[in-house]
């Protein structure tokens, strides 16, 4: 079992920026893929931006050259640097690892979300 604790988020002014943190903890796993999705009031959740293990990273066409994914392998943790934020980002943002054991099987494991508002 993987538990994830995310940590940032809050109120900010359009243009601003915002620091997401999660860190992973548990027992004999690793996380080929760490990252961030977002559920806004009304929409489903979709994914912000994913980083694996190699560091390879993926972004929404929607936040690419604002945001920033970044991971820390020894310490599991993946951090979400959003700059020149917009109230269309505004939703509750999910930290997911996708966790493997010994058996090779992929789980997919969620945070329990942080609200990331943007008044404009």
């Known amino acids: 079992q993987v538990q994830l604790v995310e940590s940032g988020g809050g109120l900010v002014q359009a243009g601003g920026s915002l620091r997401l943190s999660c860190v992973a903890s548990?027992?004999?796993?690793?996380?080929?893929?760490m990252g961030w999705y977002r559920q806004a009031p009304g929409k489903r959740r979709e994914l912000v931006a994913t980083m694996s293990n190699l560091r390879a990273a993926t972004y929404a066409d929607s936040v690419k050259g604002r945001f920033t994914i970044s991971r820390d392998n020894a310490k599991k943790t993946v951090t979400l640097r959003m700059n020149r934020l917009k109230p269309e980002d505004t939703g509750v943002y999910y930290c997911?690892?996708?966790?493997?054991?010994?058996?090779?099987?992929?789980?997919?494991?969620w945070g329990q979300g942080t609200q990331v508002t943007v008044q404009g």
């Open positions: 997911k690892a996708e966790a493997t054991y010994s058996d090779s099987l992929v789980y997919d494991y």
């Open positions: 548990g027992t004999d796993f690793s996380i080929p893929t």
